[in-house]
């Protein structure tokens, strides 16, 4: 299911999460692992009337904007953009994983959106350091771009639960599906899928659950379920824990 991964690299301690969690999948499905390093743009130049006006709205105005790279900003990139690719080559080889690099020059969400083209799943950290530009485009990475992400927060070498909140919904089952997938290919040990099923309080439990243990034990994945009263932004969060 997931044969090409892509990760969103940044010189950032953050951007080892996702490549952790990248090289934990591709050894399970024999993916290859291709590394986007998206060169931060150079700075824009304007004059001192413009302060606080955007570069794209002095140029609809008809103003001349100027952007260029000076010495300093072209040889800190530099330096920013060989750790990271350093970082993201010494950890696929040492995964013995397959991987190719890509390195772009735009802007972070246009440009690495377009790179996704037929990546089975993105893996991008959450984006909480200081200096990262990728947190800003997390949010709208997920909603414009129609792939699985997986946004890793901490270092991932084995996971053994995949919670998936179920209720019957074409949502619902496919993400069901996918954690099936998942698990089958997991190694070495096959994680526990827990479903769990949200309800408002005082509403018995419904019928969906027992087509998804079907359909769990038709692969003989271990699983296990949690009927939750409440709302599902406080009940999942709390029982994936």
């Known amino acids: 299911m997931f044969r090409h991964m892509l990760v969103r690299l940044e010189d950032s301690p953050e951007t ?21 390093y998206v060169r931060e743009p150079a700075p824009v130049h304007v004059g001192p009337d ?7 709205a002095l140029a609809a105005a008809g103003v001349p904007v100027s952007s260029f790279e000076t010495d300093d900003h ?23 994983v397959r991987f190719r690099c890509d390195v772009r020059a735009a802007s972070t969400r246009g ?19 200081d200096r990262g530009a990728i947190g800003s485009e997390v949010e709208q990475l997920v909603k414009s771009v ?20 179920y209720d019957g919904s074409p949502g619902a089952v496919r993400a069901l ?7 089958r290919n997991w190694r070495p040990e096959t994680p526990e899928i827990v479903l769990l ?25 271990p699983h296990r379920s949690l009927v939750l009263h409440g709302t599902a932004g406080d009940e999942v969060p709390e029982a994936a824990a």
Do not use: W
């Open 16 to 36: 080892e999460f996702a490549l952790g969690a990248a090289l934990a999948f591709a050894k399970g499905y024999g993916s290859t692992v291709t590394g986007v």
């Open 50 to 56: 413009a302060i606080g006006v955007s570069a794209a």
């Open 74 to 96: 072209a040889a800190a990139e530099g330096e920013r953009q060989a750790r990271a690719i350093n970082a993201f080559e010494a950890m696929c080889r040492d995964a013995g």
């Open 111 to 129: 440009t690495f959106a377009d790179s996704i083209g037929t990546a089975d799943l993105v893996t991008m950290p959450r984006g909480e350091y």
């Open 146 to 165: 129609p792939h699985p992400f997986l946004i890793a927060s901490q270092q991932i070498s084995t996971v053994k639960r995949i919670a998936v909140a």
């Open 177 to 183: 599906a996918a954690a099936a997938d998942i698990a």
């Open 197 to 221: 099923e949200v309800l408002p309080c005082g509403v018995p439990t419904t019928s969906h659950l027992s087509a998804a243990q079907a359909y769990l034990d038709t692969y003989e994945l």
